[in-house]
Structure formats: structure tokens, C-alpha cells
């Protein structure tokens, strides 16, 4: 029963806690903390530094790089070693750093509990730590108070309380003592309130039902901490490139070693060398490091575009997102409320405008209108202004609400109406007020101007209203009230999803100094009713259109009402505006149903955050590759579950923050789909670098066996293949991180999430370019071997071959498929150019440089050898740009 206290009466839960309206005793008190606990979260398990640093090695591909560098310092080649070890290291570190912030949501989960109660024990009234508190205490609650723990309301004078960090629900709600179905969703238990939600509004008692760990906030809190993160798209092809890499680094390797030893009859020591030299050269010791570096790049691009990431692979997960589950309050709409409509028996007006921005338009049949022929719509923004206890502020840019979100929607439609608050509350005075209250539902002020009049003005729910009311005002005169035209404006207006609230007054004398119930019961005139909506931010509208041209659903799960998540998506493009599912609906199906349906309905209400997770993980199961945006508490499961999780950073719960992978600091669904460009942009780039990397560990390995099959020397020795591994192939590859997006990226569909890393595309292109590496690098040592130069001189000019080789190919590496010979190709990227000078200078350094000859056996090569090398080199560009054209015409493009 812990969970349906909602369904039990006042008595009864008294009854069950055995509790009474003067509290628990002091005793009772002590024994229930020690059997309860204090009312707290239980602290997350922090995982060890050393762990943490050690998990970055977790990975195929570093532990045959561990093992190389093992073997090649027992073979005494120590400047071999060093260098692989570094490379790794490296990686490691740049790993740890970026992920080095632990998970903090259960800390930020603690922060929401509020530090102090007001207790009632013993007949007495206390003001106790909220760690304090029992189950079966009572608690006493006011304007401003943040809930210390789940209660059964027993008493309730006018209490409104915000549950958006729970529900996702952007008014505030009114709560009340009455019994609800043991079935009613979270948002709808008006006779219960849960720790950590806030008291915007008047006073109430409660008996505690929930402390820590069993409140509301407490479950969110155990389902954080069971929910599996996924592993991303990228380390899923990461881990099975490096998987099937090694296969064959090895099995080459053994090979090698086999055929050598056994064919063509070298010792052992020395083919054991050989095999080593092999597996360093087939290794691309820089990838990792490459990888890592591609994506922290990205990450800084994000950021610039107000988006911040958490986790380096989100970057690129992002780029293969094919949903996107998005909640609608604070969200896709502005969690402002704002009056969208006005309605009179004859017309009907829409307001435009968004937010508490006070600036926008009435328009009648779309055409706008000029107020002072519409004096009835005058009428109303008059008495919106004045019946009303909340205030507006311009504060940097941006228009903050003083009081209740309602309130604040009726006060900017009055500004838009042509009025100023603080005039018209000069020459309109309030003399008296009878509060809104959830019993009458309705609230009344009387005003007098300074000529002796006097008006009451009323609003509140239609049909409350409409009991008030004997006649109605149609222009400029007054008539008998017409109910059934004012309900049908109210059944119109309430299928758009808006929330109603119906305007009434009633002219009295001004010698009337008190507001009585009395006077509000009868006589009044009917002005109009004005429909609210949390609207849509107008940039994600553009925002998911663009979103489905990618190829990419999106999704809307929300705490909300049913009918105002329709009228949301009928807006923003979100399904069909019809079909939605609910909460209740959710819970009949099991989850091999849920999967079935989750295709079909793009539209979830009054969700819990069970219910967004079940959603989520139906969606991965088809699948998909999910992102998951949200602010509140409620999100933070399914932010963590999904494979990116985007919190906002403006409006959004630190609990969403440290659940989420990503988040936007301007907490703007538009920067969504600027963030999926980028992340395919990043994916773009991480292929070109492998594309660009892999050939040259593939020239290098094919040297080596074609030297021992045929019986040479090695042209290149181990060394010099870890300079240009490192030096080389890592520079150059780099520049391809800041490579622009090209320019089909948003009109591409997602990718299969079990896409090979190495698609049939790039592994005959890493085999073409292998081979011409190959060939020339090889050629080179073999030409100039047998016209009499020595091994270290043959060598120097296969090195730097293959190096001008890379710098050549890097300008082809810069698109798939599109040419490089125009102005952008050639000189579009600065770091390509960069680079290729500082690569040159380097190698001029390699071959000229004392020290360097010593430590990589180099001789100086003679200046016209140096037009060999390029006229040979320069071939790769030619002979891979001649490759594109060919599948160019093959594929129209």
C-alpha cells in the first residue's frame, strides 16, 4: 500500500501510522528514526581514481600495443617501446580527463531536499532538520516551502504547488484532501505532495508517507542507479575493428614468423624481430589517440554551438541518432504559460506572441485588428491587468514572472492590449479581494476609480463563472447571457489543448468597501474566455522539420495532459496530432506490445519516469539509436538510459545535467539538430582519418612481407616505421578533425547502428592506396639499392617517399568521393596546409640532422633526388582522384 496513500482516507492513513493530528510522541518519533533511517538519500558508490584511469585501457587494441611494447623492450629496442607505451599512456590520459567527472546525479538528487521542517510532535509545533522526519509525522507546510518528504494531505487551505521537477507539468497544481483511485497517475494525486516539489502558494498539513529512499524522489533515485548505460555506436565498431585488426595482425604475424623461419631458413631471433616489426608497423599505434583527439575536437566545436558534452563518444553518437524522445515542457515549448486565444460570443481572436513577452498582436480571420474598434477585447485586458497578483519584470532580455505562471500569462495579454500595470492600478485601486481557492474556484477584486465608481472583477473556471453570470457583453452593450454559445466556445477552445479561465465584473456603488461571497454570486456580465498554452518555441518547429528531413524521428514524452500534448504536436509537426498514448495506456502492455506500438504513436502523456524508460528501451530494441531530451527530476532515468541523453542547461534540474551526456546551454531544441550535423560531420571525420591512417600502416606491413618472401633487406626498419606512425600519419590525420561538414550531411538517412566501421568503400580504398604505397616506397628502395647506394641511403629515400606519399594523399583524403582539384580542395583547410609544411620541415630534419641520423640510421640525400621522391609520390593524388571520377559516374554523383 506504500504507494496508493492517495486512494485511503484521511482517517485511515491516520489509522495505519498510528498518527493523530497532534503528531507522534517523542518517543515513537525516536523509535521510527531508528527503524526508517534519517530522511535522506542513500549516497552513490564512488568508483576509485585508480579504476577509473585503469578502464582506459580496456581495449583489444591497447592490450596488443601493451604486449609489443613488452616484447620489444625484452628484445632491448627500448626507444621502440617508449614510444608505444607513450602513445598509450597518452591515449589513456586524454580519456581520464575528459571523463573524469563522476556521476553526480544521487548527489545532486540529496541537494533537492530541503534543510528544515515544521513538525507538529506532541501537540507542539517544531522546527526540526528535515533529516528528521518520520513516517507518521505531521508537517506543516507554506507559501515558499520546498516538501520535505511524500504526505497524505490532511488539511489544505489554497494550496498550490509546482511538480515540473516530477510531472513535466508546466502550471502549477491545485491540491485538495479528496480520495482519487488507487490507479491515478503521479500528476494527478491532488491529495498528496512529494519531496522536493515547491509551495508556490498557500498552507496545508500532511502526514508523512515517505522518507529517503521511499519517496517519489527516492524511487527516481534507485532507478538512476539501476539503469545500464549503453555502449555507443562508436565503441561497439571501435571494439570490433580492433577485434577482427588483431585476428589478422596475428595471424600475419605467425605467418611471417613460419614461412621465414621454415621457407626461406632465417634464425629464429631474427624472424622474431621481423614479426615484431610487422605487428608494430600493422598497428596503428596514433588511432587511439586520433580518435580521441578527432572527438575532443568536436566537443569544442559543439560548444561554440551552445552545446556541451559530457562524454567524448556522444559526439559521434549523436551523428547516428535516428529518434529523438523528446519532453514537451521547458522543452519544445517555453514553459511559459501565454493567452493564445480570446473568445466572445460573436468572434473569436487569435493572440500572438510567445511567452511573457508582452509584444504581439490580435488577429480576427488571421487579418490583425485595431483595438479601438473591438472595445469588449479592451474590456478584458483591463480586467486581466487588475485581477491578478502577479508581476512582470525586463531583466536581460528576458521577462521574469513574479508569482503564478497563469497570473503571468493574463499580465503580458494585458500589456498586449494596450495597458500598463502599474497605471491602471493607480487609477483602478484594489479595495479588497476575495483569494483564489480550490473550494470556490474563483477569484474576485473590487476596484474604484477616482470619480466614485466601483467594479468587481472576477475570473476563474468557466463553468464556476458562467453560474455567476446574468447577462453577457457583445461590444459595446450588454445582453441576456447565452450559456450553450459559451460552452461551445469553451468544448472549441478546450479541444486545441488550451487551458480555460472564463472573465466576468459587475459595476457596484462606490460607497462598497468590503467583498463579500455574497456579492459575486449573482449579476455579473460575462466578457470572455481566454484559452492558455505553454506554447512551442517558433525554432523548434523549424527545429523537428529539419530533424525528419535527416531522417530522424521525433518523439514527444511528457508528463502533461493528453489533449495539450496533441495540440503541441499538431504545432511543432510532431505525428499526425491525433494519435497519443497515456501513461495508463502504457502500463496494459507488456513489453513485446510497447515495442509493437512505439513504431506507430509519436505522441506519450502524463508519462512517469518508468514509463519514459520502458519507452526508451522499446525504442533501442527495434533497433534504434535514441536520443532522449528532458529538464526535470522525472527525466534523468531515461536520460541515462538512452544513447544520448541532452538536458538543459538554462532551466534544467542538476539531476538531468549529471544524467545526460549533452547539454544546451541555451536550452534550444534548434541547437539538436545543429548538434547531429556536427556529430556526422565528427563521423565524417573520424572515417577520413582511418581512411587516411590504415593505408599507410598497410604499405608499411606489405613492405615487410614482400621483403621477407622475396628474400631483401628490410627497407624500413622499426623505428623509422614508428616516426612516421607517430610523427607523420598523426599530424596529417589531425588536420582532418577540422575538415567542414559536406555538404549532403543533414540530407543523409541515420546509419544502421551495426554498420561496419570499415564499410566495403573504405577497405578497397585503404587496399588501393596500400598497394600504391606499396609500390612506390618499395620501388624506391629496391631502385636505388641496386644502383649502388647503401641500405641506411636506400632506406632515407623510401622514408621520405612514403611520408610526401601521405602528404599528397592527405588533399585526396579530404572528400569520399568529391574532387580536391578546385581553389576549396586545394587550400580550403589551413591546417592541412599547416601541417604539410611542418612535415616537411621535420623530414628535412630527419634526413639533414646529425642527431637524427644517429638515433634513425639516415644519410643526406642529394637535391635531385628530392624531385624524384615528388614526382613519384605525387602519383597517389592523380591515380586516387582518377578513382573518384570512375565512381562518381558509376553512382550519378
Same mark, same amino acid.
Given at each position: 500500500?506504500?504507494?496508493?496513500?492517495?486512494?485511503?482516507?484521511?482517517?485511515?492513513?491516520?489509522?495505519?501510522?498510528?498518527?493523530?493530528?497532534?503528531?507522534?510522541?517523542?518517543?515513537?518519533a525516536?523509535?521510527?528514526?531508528?527503524?526508517?533511517?534519517?530522511?535522506?538519500?542513500?549516497?552513490?558508490?564512488?568508483?576509485?581514481?585508480?579504476m577509473?584511469?585503469?578502464?582506459?585501457?580496456?581495449?583489444?587494441?591497447?592490450?596488443?600495443?601493451?604486449?609489443?611494447?613488452?616484447v620489444?623492450?625484452?628484445?632491448?629496442?627500448?626507444?621502440?617501446?617508449?614510444?608505444?607505451?607513450?602513445?598509450?599512456?597518452?591515449?589513456?590520459?586524454?580519456?581520464?580527463?575528459?571523463?573524469?567527472k563522476?556521476?553526480?546525479?544521487?548527489?545532486?538528487?540529496?541537494?533537492?531536499?530541503?534543510?528544515?521542517?515544521?513538525?507538529?510532535?506532541?501537540?507542539r509545533?517544531?522546527?526540526?532538520?528535515?533529516?528528521?522526519?518520520?513516517?507518521?509525522?505531521?508537517?506543516?507546510?507554506?507559501?515558499?516551502d520546498?516538501?520535505p518528504?511524500?504526505?497524505?494531505?490532511?488539511?489544505?487551505?489554497?494550496?498550490?504547488?509546482?511538480?515540473?521537477?516530477?510531472?513535466?507539468?508546466?502550471?502549477?497544481?491545485?491540491?485538495?484532501?479528496?480520495?482519487?483511485?488507487?490507479?491515478?497517475p503521479?500528476?494527478?494525486?491532488l491529495?498528496?505532495?512529494?519531496s522536493?516539489?515547491?509551495?508556490?502558494?498557500?498552507?496545508?498539513?500532511?502526514?508523512?508517507?515517505?522518507?529517503?529512499?521511499?519517496?517519489?524522489?527516492g524511487?527516481i533515485?534507485?532507478m538512476?542507479?539501476?539503469?545500464?548505460?549503453?555502449?555507443?555506436?562508436?565503441?561497439?565498431?571501435?571494439?570490433?575493428?580492433?577485434?577482427?585488426?588483431?585476428?589478422?595482425?596475428?595471424s600475419?604475424s605467425a605467418?611471417?614468423?613460419?614461412?621465414?623461419?621454415?621457407?626461406?631458413?632465417?634464425?629464429?631471433?631474427?624472424?622474431?624481430?621481423?614479426?615484431?616489426?610487422?605487428a608494430v608497423?600493422?598497428?596503428?599505434?596514433?588511432?587511439?589517440?586520433?580518435?580521441?583527439?578527432?572527438?575532443?575536437?568536436?566537443?569544442?566545436?559543439?560548444?561554440?554551438?551552445?552545446?556541451?558534452?559530457?562524454?567524448?563518444?556522444?559526439?559521434?553518437t549523436?551523428?547516428?541518432? /535516428?529518434?529523438?524522445?523528446? %519532453?514537451? =515542457?521547458?522543452? #519544445? @515549448?517555453?514553459?511559459?504559460?501565454?493567452?493564445?486565444? +480570446?473568445? $466572445?460570443?460573436?468572434?473569436?481572436?487569435?493572440?500572438?506572441?510567445?511567452?511573457?513577452?508582452?509584444?504581439?498582436?490580435?488577429?480576427?480571420?488571421?487579418?490583425?485588428?485595431?483595438?479601438?474598434?473591438?472595445p469588449?477585447?479592451?474590456?478584458?485586458?483591463?480586467?486581466?491587468?487588475?485581477?491578478?497578483?502577479? /508581476?512582470?519584470?525586463?531583466? %536581460?532580455? =528576458?521577462?521574469? #514572472? @513574479?508569482?503564478?505562471?497563469?497570473?503571468?500569462?493574463l +499580465?503580458? $495579454?494585458?500589456?498586449?492590449?494596450?495597458?500598463?500595470?502599474?497605471?491602471?492600478?493607480q487609477?483602478?485601486?484594489?479595495?479588497?479581494?476575495i483569494?483564489?481557492?480550490?473550494?470556490?474556484?474563483f477569484?474576485?477584486t473590487?476596484?474604484?476609480?477616482?470619480?466614485?465608481?466601483?467594479?468587481?472583477?472576477?475570473?476563474?473556471?468557466?463553468?464556476?463563472?458562467?453560474?455567476?453570470?446574468?447577462?453577457?457583453?457583445?461590444?459595446?452593450?450588454?445582453?441576456p447571457?447565452?450559456?450553450?454559445?459559451?460552452?461551445?466556445?469553451?468544448?472549441?477552445?478546450?479541444?486545441?489543448?488550451e487551458?480555460?479561465l472564463?472573465?466576468a465584473c459587475?459595476?457596484?456603488?462606490?460607497?462598497?468597501?468590503?467583498?463579500?461571497?455574497?456579492?459575486v454570486?449573482?449579476g455579473?456580465?460575462?466578457?470572455?474566455?481566454v484559452?492558455?498554452?505553454?506554447?512551442?518555441?517558433?525554432?523548434?518547429?523549424?527545429?523537428?522539420?529539419?530533424?525528419?528531413d535527416?531522417?530522424?524521428?521525433?518523439?514527444?514524452?511528457?508528463?502533461?495532459?493528453?489533449?495539450t500534448a496533441?495540440?503541441?504536436?499538431?504545432?511543432?509537426?510532431?505525428?499526425?496530432g491525433?494519435?497519443?498514448?497515456?501513461?495508463?495506456?502504457?502500463?496494459?502492455?507488456?513489453?513485446?506490445?510497447?515495442k509493437?506500438?512505439?513504431?506507430?504513436?509519436?505522441?506519450f502523456?502524463?508519462?512517469?519516469?518508468?514509463?519514459?524508460?520502458?519507452?526508451v528501451?522499446?525504442?533501442?530494441?527495434?533497433?534504434?539509436?535514441?536520443?532522449?531530451?528532458?529538464?526535470?527530476v522525472?527525466?534523468?532515468?531515461?536520460?541515462?538510459?538512452?544513447?544520448?541523453?541532452?538536458?538543459?542547461?538554462?532551466?534544467?534540474?542538476?539531476?538531468?545535467?549529471?544524467?545526460?551526456?549533452?547539454?544546451?546551454?541555451?536550452?534550444?531544441?534548434?541547437?539538436?539538430?545543429?548538434?547531429v550535423?556536427?556529430?556526422?560531420t565528427?563521423?565524417?571525420?573520424?572515417?577520413?582519418?582511418i581512411l587516411?591512417?590504415?593505408?599507410?600502416?598497410?604499405?608499411?606491413?606489405?613492405?615487410?612481407?614482400?621483403?621477407?618472401?622475396?628474400?631483401?633487406?628490410?627497407?624500413?626498419?622499426a623505428?623509422?616505421?614508428?616516426?612516421?606512425?607517430?610523427?607523420?600519419?598523426?599530424?596529417?590525420?589531425?588536420?582532418?578533425?577540422?575538415?567542414?561538414?559536406?555538404?549532403?550531411?543533414?540530407?543523409?538517412?541515420?546509419?544502421?547502428?551495426?554498420?561496419?566501421?570499415?564499410?566495403?568503400?573504405?577497405?578497397w580504398?585503404?587496399?588501393?592506396?596500400?598497394?600504391?604505397?606499396?609500390?612506390?616506397?618499395?620501388?624506391?628502395?629496391?631502385?636505388?639499392?641496386?644502383t649502388?647506394h647503401?641500405?641506411?641511403e636506400?632506406?632515407?629515400?623510401?622514408?621520405?617517399?612514403?611520408?610526401?606519399?601521405?602528404?599528397?594523399?592527405?588533399?585526396?583524403?579530404?572528400?569520399?568521393?568529391?574532387?580536391v582539384?578546385?581553389?576549396e580542395?586545394?587550400?580550403?583547410?589551413?591546417?592541412?596546409?599547416?601541417?604539410?609544411?611542418?612535415?616537411?620541415?621535420l623530414?628535412?630534419?630527419?634526413?639533414?640532422?646529425?642527431?637524427?641520423?644517429?638515433?634513425?640510421?639516415?644519410e643526406?640525400?642529394?637535391?635531385?633526388e628530392?624531385?624524384?621522391?615528388?614526382?613519384?609520390?605525387?602519383?597517389?593524388?592523380?591515380l586516387v582522384?582518377?578513382e573518384?571520377?570512375?565512381?562518381?559516374?558509376?553512382?550519378?554523383?
Amino acid at each position: 500500500m506504500q504507494n496508493e496513500w492517495h486512494s485511503r482516507t484521511s482517517d485511515e492513513t491516520f489509522e495505519a501510522f498510528g498518527s493523530s493530528k497532534a503528531g507522534l510522541d517523542r518517543d515513537e518519533a525516536q523509535k521510527r528514526q531508528e527503524q526508517y533511517g534519517p530522511n535522506r538519500l542513500t549516497p552513490s558508490r564512488k568508483q576509485n581514481p585508480l579504476m577509473r584511469f585503469l578502464v582506459q585501457f580496456n581495449n583489444i587494441l591497447i592490450y596488443v600495443l601493451l604486449v609489443a611494447c613488452v616484447v620489444t623492450a625484452l628484445l632491448d629496442h627500448w626507444i621502440d617501446a617508449w614510444v608505444i607505451f607513450g602513445v598509450v599512456l597518452i591515449n589513456a590520459l586524454i580519456g581520464y580527463i575528459q571523463e573524469g567527472k563522476a556521476e553526480k546525479a544521487m548527489d545532486a538528487l540529496k541537494g533537492l531536499l530541503s534543510l528544515r521542517a515544521l513538525v507538529r510532535r506532541d501537540g507542539r509545533t517544531l522546527d526540526l532538520d528535515a533529516q528528521e522526519l518520520v513516517p507518521g509525522d505531521i508537517v506543516l507546510l507554506q507559501s515558499g516551502d520546498k516538501v520535505p518528504a511524500d504526505m497524505r494531505l490532511v488539511s489544505v487551505k489554497d494550496l498550490r504547488v509546482d511538480e515540473s521537477l516530477l510531472t513535466g507539468e508546466s502550471v502549477v497544481v491545485e491540491k485538495n484532501t479528496d480520495v482519487v483511485d488507487a490507479g491515478t497517475p503521479l500528476g494527478d494525486r491532488l491529495n498528496m505532495v512529494f519531496s522536493g516539489s515547491l509551495v508556490t502558494y498557500g498552507k496545508a498539513e500532511g502526514i508523512v508517507t515517505g522518507t529517503g529512499d521511499s519517496t517519489e524522489i527516492g524511487r527516481i533515485s534507485s532507478m538512476l542507479g539501476k539503469v545500464e548505460t549503453l555502449q555507443t555506436p562508436l565503441l561497439k565498431r571501435l571494439e570490433d575493428f580492433a577485434r577482427s585488426l588483431t585476428i589478422a595482425i596475428v595471424s600475419l604475424s605467425a605467418f611471417l614468423f613460419v614461412f621465414g623461419r621454415y621457407v626461406r631458413g632465417y634464425a629464429p631471433a631474427e624472424m622474431f624481430n621481423a614479426a615484431v616489426g610487422l605487428a608494430v608497423a600493422a598497428i596503428p599505434e596514433g588511432l587511439p589517440a586520433i580518435m580521441t583527439i578527432t572527438l575532443a575536437i568536436g566537443v569544442q566545436a559543439m560548444a561554440r554551438r551552445r552545446s556541451i558534452i559530457r562524454r567524448l563518444p556522444a559526439v559521434e553518437t549523436l551523428g547516428s541518432v /535516428s529518434v529523438i524522445c523528446s %519532453d514537451k =515542457t521547458g522543452t #519544445l @515549448t517555453r514553459n511559459e504559460m501565454t493567452v493564445r486565444s +480570446v473568445g $466572445f460570443p460573436e468572434k473569436r481572436f487569435r493572440v500572438t506572441g510567445s511567452g511573457y513577452d508582452p509584444h504581439g498582436v490580435f488577429l480576427l480571420d488571421d487579418k490583425e485588428v485595431e483595438l479601438n474598434e473591438h472595445p469588449h477585447l479592451r474590456d478584458l485586458g483591463h480586467i486581466a491587468l487588475l485581477c491578478n497578483d502577479a /508581476s512582470l519584470e525586463h531583466e %536581460d532580455d =528576458t521577462w521574469k #514572472l @513574479t508569482g503564478d505562471s497563469t497570473d503571468g500569462a493574463l +499580465v503580458s $495579454f494585458g500589456r498586449k492590449a494596450g495597458f500598463d500595470p502599474q497605471t491602471e492600478q493607480q487609477e483602478w485601486p484594489r479595495i479588497d479581494q476575495i483569494p483564489f481557492e480550490s473550494e470556490h474556484r474563483f477569484m474576485a477584486t473590487l476596484h474604484h476609480d477616482h470619480t466614485g465608481k466601483g467594479f468587481i472583477y472576477l475570473k476563474g473556471a468557466p463553468e464556476v463563472v458562467f453560474e455567476r453570470c446574468s447577462k453577457q457583453r457583445n461590444g459595446e452593450k450588454d445582453e441576456p447571457l447565452q450559456r450553450e454559445v459559451w460552452e461551445k466556445i469553451v468544448q472549441e477552445t478546450a479541444s486545441c489543448g488550451e487551458r480555460l479561465l472564463a472573465i466576468a465584473c459587475k459595476p457596484v456603488s462606490g460607497e462598497v468597501q468590503t467583498l463579500r461571497f455574497k456579492d459575486v454570486e449573482s449579476g455579473l456580465i460575462m466578457i470572455g474566455v481566454v484559452g492558455m498554452i505553454d506554447p512551442p518555441r517558433d525554432e523548434a518547429i523549424d527545429a523537428v522539420k529539419r530533424c525528419r528531413d535527416a531522417g530522424i524521428r521525433v518523439k514527444m514524452i511528457t508528463g502533461d495532459h493528453v489533449d495539450t500534448a496533441k495540440a503541441i504536436g499538431r504545432i511543432t509537426g510532431i505525428g499526425d496530432g491525433r494519435k497519443a498514448m497515456t501513461g495508463s495506456e502504457i502500463e496494459l502492455l507488456d513489453d513485446e506490445a510497447l515495442k509493437k506500438r512505439v513504431e506507430h504513436v509519436d505522441i506519450f502523456a502524463r508519462s512517469s519516469p518508468e514509463h519514459k524508460l520502458r519507452l526508451v528501451k522499446a525504442l533501442q530494441s527495434r533497433g534504434n539509436v535514441v536520443a532522449m531530451t528532458g529538464d526535470g527530476v522525472n527525466d534523468a532515468p531515461a536520460l541515462k538510459r538512452a544513447d544520448v541523453g541532452i538536458a538543459m542547461g538554462q532551466k534544467g534540474t542538476d539531476v538531468s545535467r549529471e544524467a545526460a551526456e549533452m547539454v544546451l546551454t541555451d536550452d534550444n531544441f534548434a541547437t539538436i539538430a545543429n548538434a547531429v550535423e556536427e556529430g556526422r560531420t565528427v563521423y565524417d571525420n573520424l572515417k577520413k582519418s582511418i581512411l587516411f591512417v590504415l593505408p599507410t600502416n598497410g604499405g608499411e606491413a606489405l613492405s615487410i612481407l614482400l621483403a621477407v618472401a622475396l628474400g631483401y633487406t628490410l627497407p624500413i626498419t622499426a623505428v623509422q616505421i614508428l616516426w612516421v606512425n607517430m610523427v607523420t600519419a598523426v599530424t596529417l590525420a589531425l588536420t582532418l578533425a577540422f575538415e567542414k561538414a559536406e555538404n549532403n550531411v543533414m540530407a543523409r538517412k541515420p546509419r544502421e547502428p551495426d554498420e561496419p566501421l570499415l564499410s566495403r568503400f573504405i577497405a578497397w580504398r585503404i587496399v588501393y592506396v596500400s598497394l600504391i604505397l606499396l609500390s612506390g616506397t618499395f620501388g624506391m628502395f629496391l631502385w636505388y639499392e641496386q644502383t649502388g647506394h647503401s641500405h641506411n641511403e636506400a632506406r632515407t629515400l623510401a622514408v621520405n617517399t612514403l611520408v610526401f606519399f601521405e602528404i599528397f594523399y592527405l588533399f585526396s583524403s579530404r572528400y569520399f568521393l568529391r574532387s580536391v582539384f578546385s581553389r576549396e580542395g586545394l587550400l580550403g583547410n589551413p591546417y592541412v596546409l599547416y601541417a604539410s609544411g611542418m612535415l616537411i620541415l621535420l623530414q628535412l630534419l630527419f634526413t639533414y640532422a646529425p642527431f637524427m641520423q644517429t638515433l634513425f640510421a639516415t644519410e643526406p640525400i642529394e637535391p635531385e633526388e628530392w624531385v624524384v621522391i615528388l614526382l613519384v609520390s605525387s602519383s597517389v593524388l592523380f591515380l586516387v582522384e582518377l578513382e573518384k571520377l570512375i565512381l562518381r559516374k558509376r553512382t550519378g554523383g
